[in-house]
């Protein structure tokens, strides 16, 4: 009599599997790579929580009263509030094989499969972080646009304004569109001749998947993974550090036999990861289609 081992049963799953799940999910993330990932670091490999601190005391500096006269410095006692992210979602994604079927897959299959992992995975980190009403681009309290109706230029520029207006730096903004409303964006003629010249000759590969030309201060991004409103979809126009993510690790593959269920052969995907909403102000939900 002999057992199956972790030896044969890793003869159909390479290890592989984990870093190219990994690849996949990190293709298919438009919105999830558009926030802030500074603090991820902190949590790879332990943790589960990163304080975030405000930086409040970067709004304002202090003058000379005299210039070219000495005088005693004022110092701040700086009281510095700070936002927690957590991590506390998982997301997984899992097949079953008979084990009569494994020596009768095809090449091809595996690599579907893969991608299939991590795609899903990607999916839902992008679906999470889309409509969450506390922590997500549900949550901004600052409203731009009419649902179910056309995103127009003046709607661009006022989310643009309101960025301004609470000293957002310029770069790393985005302006994150579903396929309806990137139509609605393509229709507004001087948005259209720049994304265009944006793209000319070939695509900026560095702005990743969904990325389809930069206007008035912000890189255009599509996500199908947008939330949803009365009739059509809840958009948004932020700077990045809007809101803080973080991914604990590569997506983990977990495999093993299961006897009970009828002899199968079974593997699962998974990842760990975090949102946390840090600066409001930064941040506007766009009404549209």
């Known amino acids: 009599m002999a057992d199956f081992t972790a030896t044969t049963a890793a003869t ?68 510095e509030a700070q936002s927690q992210l957590l991590i506390n979602q998982m997301a997984y994604k899992g097949y079953r094989l008979p084990v009569e079927l494994n020596p009768q897959v095809i090449a091809n299959y595996t690599p ?15 679906t999470d972080v889309g409509g969450d009403n506390t922590n997500g681009i549900d949550s901004f309290t600052t409203f731009v646009g009419t649902d179910n109706i056309d995103i127009t230029d003046d709607n661009i520029v006022t989310a643009m304004v309101n960025l301004d207006a609470q000293n957002a ?8 569109v579903s396929p309806a409303s990137k139509g609605s964006v393509i229709k507004i003629e001087p ?15 560095d702005k990743g998947r969904g990325y389809f030309g930069h206007y008035m201060t912000f890189d255009f991004v599509e996500s199908n993974n947008l939330e949803a409103g009365a ?5 948004g126009a932020y700077h990045t550090e809007a809101i803080a993510v973080a991914s604990q690790s590569k997506i ?26 840090v600066k409001d102000a930064y941040g506007n939900e766009v009404d549209g289609k």
């Open 252 to 277: 983990s593959i977990e495999k093993d036999l299961n006897i009970e269920d009828g002899l199968l052969l079974q593997v699962v995907g998974w990842e760990t990861y975090g949102f946390k909403k």
């Open 231 to 235: 009739s059509g979809k809840k958009n």
């Open 169 to 176: 730096p310029m770069d790393s903004r985005y302006f994150v």
């Open 191 to 205: 948005a259209r001749n720049s994304l265009y010249a944006a793209v000319l000759g070939s695509m900026n590969v």
């Open 112 to 126: 579907l499969l893969v991608n299939g992992i991590g795609t899903a995975i990607a999916l839902q980190k992008d």
């Open 12 to 79: 159909w799953l390479p290890e592989k599997w984990s870093p190219l799940a990994t690849i996949t999910e990190r293709s298919n993330t438009p919105l999830w790579d558009t926030f802030d990932h500074r603090w991820e670091p902190e949590v790879v490999g332990g943790g589960d929580t990163v304080n975030i601190p405000g930086f409040s005391q970067n709004a304002s500096a202090n003058k000379r009263s005299t210039f070219g006269t000495a005088a005693a410095l004022s110092f701040e006692a700086v009281t």
